[in-house]
């Protein structure tokens, strides 16, 4: 029983800790994005030559 409940706190603390991850990832990527002209011009051509 004791290991049953190790394991199912371990899995809440992976699953929170990768949504954390995550999200500081997206947030750095845009941050970094919005610091960089150069990937905002790439990123606009992207789009407007897709759309």
């Known amino acids: 029983m004791n ?3 190790s394991k199912v706190s371990n899995l809440k603390v992976n699953k929170a ?3 954390v ?3 500081a990832s997206s947030v750095f990527f845009l941050y970094a994005l919005g610091q ?3 990937f905002k011009n ?3 051509g992207a789009f407007s030559c897709s759309g």
Do not use: E, H, Q
Request: proline residues 7%; without cysteine.
């Open 36 to 38: 960089a002209p150069i």
């Open 3 to 5: 290991s049953a409940l």
């Open 21 to 23: 991850l995550t999200f």
């Open 42 to 44: 790439i990123l606009a």
């Open 17 to 19: 800790s990768k949504i």
